[in-house]
């Protein structure tokens, strides 16, 4: 079946300038997850949506980032005024159904974030 | 803070030999524990998933979880060049939060 879908794969952007990233989770999973990973870093968590529950936004850097999810499927994420060092790639990925200790996470292609 | 140390590397192995990863992590809480390969440029794929103590065995990989010592490794039996990528050790801290914390990985270089 498909997986995890991200776009665009690639965006570059002035900073100041505002930037949309999309993910498409995969089909009947009920959890969806936004990282960043930058250059030699691991990968940061960033916000966490579960169902029709409140998301857990615990890990946006900065209240220039927010993130919604439609109809429980297709998620966007938002940098208002992008700074330099928003540069990274952007992983979206997705687990379930349902909620639970073992439900394993699959990673889309990602999205790489270059801010100028 | 939740953490997940693991060595960078890189850990250098030849073609045919077993690859031993490693990754501790800090919360005795944890529940489940995942093992990821990243190739350059691409996002993480999973190898491989365990939760109780003891050895998972999947092909030519086994992941061993000691809860007590708070450690869980990767195994990779007859290494290929193609294994070489970093591999990315991710723990989930209690059963209501999904989230994974993730290590820094470890590069694994396998030589001809």
């Known amino acids: 079946g498909a997986g995890v879908s991200q776009s665009p794969s690639n965006k570059v952007t002035e900073k100041g300038k505002d930037v949309e990233l999309r993910c498409d989770p995969i089909s009947g999973h009920t959890a969806l997850y936004w990282y960043r990973q930058s250059l030699g870093q691991g990968l940061e968590f960033l916000i966490y949506f579960q169902g029709n529950s409140a998301p857990d936004k615990s890990g946006l850097p900065s209240d220039r980032f927010s993130a919604e999810r439609t109809g429980g499927s297709v998620s966007t994420l938002t940098i208002q005024r992008t700074q330099q060092e928003d540069s990274a790639v952007y992983l979206c990925?997705?687990?379930?159904?349902?909620?639970?200790?073992?439900?394993?996470?699959?990673f889309g292609p990602g999205t790489r974030l270059t801010v100028l | 803070q939740k953490e997940v140390e693991q060595n960078s590397g890189p850990l250098s192995v030849p073609e045919g030999a077993i690859a031993s990863l490693n990754c501790t992590y800090s919360d005795r809480g944890s529940q489940s524990f995942f093992w990821y390969r990243q190739y350059s440029g691409k996002s993480p794929e999973l190898i491989m998933s365990i939760y109780s103590n003891g050895d998972k065995e999947d092909g030519r990989f086994t992941a061993q979880l000691n809860k007590a010592s708070q450690y869980v490794s990767l195994l990779i039996r007859d290494s290929q060049p193609s294994d070489s990528a970093t591999y990315l050790c991710?723990?989930?801290?209690?059963?209501?939060?999904?989230?994974?914390?993730f290590g820094k990985g470890t590069m694994l270089l396998v030589s001809p």
């Open positions: 990925a997705s687990s379930g159904p349902g909620q639970g200790a073992y439900n394993e996470q699959f």
């Open positions: 991710a723990v989930r801290y209690g059963r209501r939060y999904s989230t994974l914390t």
